[in-house]
């Protein structure tokens, strides 16, 4: 099949003995190693500092209450159509500014917060739970992505398709693996494309965590392949790291449980609007 040729082209020697990308076009292997790329990067970059890291953290925070604060003021707007506006700019950047919380709590898992293993682990399980997300669980997780991103065997995130899985996602487990083309051709479909981001929206990040979506395929199904997992069977932690998994598990559940007091204040739907809404564009950016 067509898709079959170019794929089997992509980055391939050619029968001369060049190197031909999908599109035809000859390129040349790159020769660099990563120890080339370190030493390019300034030494000053491989040393975080503690206090910049701690007013990124500091700052975001007060981000996020100036916004919330704003955003009080929201249901004195008249105008329905501006409230509403008003509410979809809110949840914008209030978005931005939880992905940026994100993002400090991914470097804390990386080690690159501060060179303070035990300040790290601290920050990172404060700013992540803030967001719902196992921090060690995902940690531990997402380290053994970096060390096999793409390998269809060993990566735990995101996780190549065979062909065969890949038109079963679309047409079912009974799909015949000829009917690529027509997958081809209904992935671009505005229709689907449509369908695709509404899921990647509502449970795309929340789908990874709880059902292991996008991962490595396990003989052992729910709930052993989750991130909240922590029994002695998981497919996913040691059993040595298991008690990493409870304390993040705690550190979830302690953030619904204030979530849960603030909508008894303020009532739900506004904790959805200050909160729950800002939170589906985190799952957006990441």
């Given amino acids: 099949m067509a898709a079959e ?12 003995g060049k190197h031909i990308d999908q599109n035809g076009q000859e390129f040349e292997l ?15 970059c491989f040393k975080p500092s503690i206090l910049r890291s701690m007013a990124y953290v500091v700052r ?6 100036a916004l ?5 003021y929201i249901q004195y707007i008249p105008n329905a159509y501006a409230r509403g506006a008003a509410w979809a700019a809110y949840s914008i950047l209030q978005g931005f500014v939880f992905t940026g919380i994100w993002i400090l709590a991914h470097e804390c898992g990386h080690g690159a917060f501060s060179k303070n293993k035990q300040l790290n682990n601290i920050m990172g399980l ?18 053994a992505h970096h060390k ?12 190549p398709h065979l062909r065969e899985s890949w038109v079963q996602s679309y047409q079912g487990q009974e799909a015949d693996v000829s009917s690529v083309e027509l997958s081809h051709l209904a992935e671009d479909a505005p229709i689907v494309t449509l369908w695709v981001c509404i899921k990647h ?19 052992k199904g729910f709930p052993q392949f989750s991130h909240f997992y922590f029994g002695q ?54």
């Fill in 5 to 16: 040729r170019r794929s089997s082209n992509a980055a391939a020697p050619s029968k001369e």
């Fill in 30 to 44: 790159p020769t660099y190693t990563m120890k080339m790329i370190y030493d390019a990067i300034p030494a000053h």
């Fill in 60 to 65: 975001d925070y007060f981000y996020v209450a």
């Fill in 68 to 72: 919330c604060y704003a955003a009080s």
């Fill in 126 to 143: 404060i700013m992540h739970s803030f967001l719902l997300v196992p921090f060690h669980s995902w940690r531990i997780s997402h380290s």
């Fill in 148 to 159: 096999a991103t793409g390998n269809i065997d060993k990566d735990t995130a995101f996780v």
């Fill in 201 to 219: 929206q509502l449970f795309g990040w929340p789908g990874y965590l709880f059902a292991n979506l996008t991962g490595q395929k396990y003989d």
């Fill in 233 to 286: 069977d998981s497919v996913l932690f040691k059993k040595e790291q298991l008690p990493l998994i409870m304390l993040s598990d705690a550190g979830v559940a302690a953030m619904i449980g204030l979530l849960i007091i603030g909508g008894q204040m303020i009532g739900s739907w506004n904790m959805v609007l200050y909160y729950m809404i800002p939170y589906l564009w985190v799952n957006h950016w990441i």
